[in-house]
T-cell receptor, first 115, second 108 residues
Framework: KAGVTQTPRYLIKTRGQQVTLSCSPI?????VSWYQQTPGQGLQFLFE???????NKGNFPGRFSGRQFSNSRSEMNVSTLELGDSALYLC??????????????FGPGTRLTVL | GQNIDQPTEMTATEGAIVQINCTYQ??????LFWYQQHAGEAPTFLSY????GLEEKGRFSSFLSRSKGYSYLLLKELQMKDSASYLC?????????FGAGTRLTVKP
């Protein structure tokens, strides 16, 4: 089975722009979670989706949004980019309905740099 | 508060045993995960504890005490490839919280 894929792998944007990141979960997995990883803050939870519904959201401003499609693929969007948004954005998928008690399989991440 | 604490760095010798501790203070506790992350790579699952006690899986074991808010990951017969960051993650009813990670260096 193919693993979790994320596109693009690297992205450079300037302040004020917006960005959309994409995640394709492992085939058959219906839960998708997004995380932001920075050297200072570590891994921080952004959102969790199951069956096209956002189940939980982390403590991030409204500039961060996401969605999940009927084929379980997910996108996240960050508007009005700030320098502090530079990070590795990781997507993880799990097979069950509850991502918080299932093994999560992480994708390679998208490295976003905001200049 | 909501804290997850683990040592920042540890060093151990090939063939030895190392214990990485994780303490947490959180509400809505569901369970505790350990993930391994090699530099430049995605985290990979190691273990999941829901009940108190020790879970053994090959060279890796994980322990949980819910009443004490404490977990540890035990790595036996250390190999050079075990050099990585080890992330403790608390599963709560509505999110997942990760510790900052412990960077383990295994020396020959």
């Amino acid at each position: 089975k193919a693993g979790v894929t994320q596109t693009p792998r690297y992205l450079i944007k300037t302040r004020g722009q917006q960005v959309t990141l994409s995640c394709s979960p492992i085939s058959g997995h219906r839960s998708v979670s997004w995380y932001q990883q920075t050297p200072g803050q570590g891994l921080q939870f952004l959102f969790e989706y199951f069956s096209e519904t956002q189940r939980n959201k982390g403590n991030f401003p409204g500039r961060f949004s996401g969605r999940q499609f009927s084929n379980s693929r997910s996108e996240m969007n960050v508007s009005t980019l700030e320098l502090g948004d530079s990070a590795l954005y990781l997507c993880a998928s799990s097979s069950g309905a509850d991502a918080r008690s299932d093994t999560q399989y992480f994708g390679p991440g998208t490295r976003l740099t905001v200049l | 508060g909501q804290n997850i604490d683990q040592p920042t760095e540890m060093t151990a010798t090939e063939g030895a045993i190392v214990q990485i501790n994780c303490t947490y203070q959180t509400s809505g506790f569901n369970g505790l995960f350990w993930y391994q992350q090699h530099a430049g790579e995605a985290p990979t699952f190691l273990s999941y504890n829901v009940l108190d006690g020790l879970e053994e899986k090959g060279r890796f074991s994980s322990f949980l005490s819910r009443s004490k808010g404490y977990s540890y990951l035990l790595l036996k017969e250390l190999q050079m490839k075990d050099s990585a960051s080890y992330l403790c993650a608390v599963s709560r009813y509505n999110d997942m919280r990760f510790g900052a990670g412990t960077r383990l260096t295994v020396k020959p």
